[in-house]
């Protein structure tokens, strides 16, 4: 490691106790620090949130802050992991390679010696064992230029540490999922901008990967579009390569109309109140019957015959006539 690269590092930010805590300890050893925050499409609420959170986290600690959109590539990966999935759609191994990967390109880029990460030895079931922290350093490119400040000491030293660039004497040995070691830490340190911990991304969410497997099944090229639309309303599987997206409320339905692209259908009732659909594949005369039965369903519409107001670019209205529809039947 050459001079220059001494006291350089970046550090994952994620918005919670630990990244924010890690990247204290290696700030107070006066190390400069730049902030690497990830966002992806499958980010849940909740890492929206604590998106903001990394916002203030770096702030509070004085920092400089890159966001990383994990980007379209980051679905290849989904699609087929190398190192499988958790309990649902989940690749944590690979993302935390993926993450890592794009790190040390930062890395490089700022010249910085090594990472920071807020990883907690046996925190995580699936990313955080001995042998899983091993793997993904080797496979990310950055094998002995991790430091984890929180459980260094449960860890062979890693470069900066044998170098004395870091010290390794004040770092730490914090193991499993309490966090009373951190929340004592915190309260040291006066750190208030941190999110509380928790939670994953939309592909721990049983709902969402069952949505998902389901599109990517029967949809190999499906867009970033296609996955934003899983994000919204209910979801009915209308025949191979065809599916409608209904609207649960106004918020969805004007979310659907801003998601629209050519290869979409919008449909909506024009001739009574009701949820708004989009149709993604064949919208010939079968599936469009069949999703006006379900748009009068959600609209609790009784009528013989339903009109619906079609946009696939160009406006156009159409009647159907009234099917029996097993609605439940074809909910994905
Ligand atoms: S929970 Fe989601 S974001 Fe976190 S490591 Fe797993 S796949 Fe990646």
Redesign the pocket.
Known sequence: MDHEKRKKSVSLISGGLDSALATKLILDQGIEVTGIHFTSLFASRRDKERGLQAVRTAEELGIRLITIDKGPEYIDLIKNPRYGYGKNM???ID??IFMLQKAKAVMEQEEAGFVVTGEVLGQRPM?QQRNTIHLIEKRSGLAGLIVRPLSAKLFPPSEPETTGIVNRELLLGVSGRSRAVQQELVNEYHLKAYSSPGG??L??DPIFSNKLRELFHDDKDCTVKDIQLLTFGRHFRLGRGTKLVVGRNQKENEALEALWEPTYTLISPADFKGPRGIIKGCHDGDALTTAAAILAFYGKYDAPEIMLEIYDGERTTARFVRTDVDVEGLRI
Do not use: K, Q, V
Request: aromatic letters at 0%; one cysteine or more.
């Open positions: 989940n690749p944590c993302c935390r990313s994953g991304c592909l721990t």
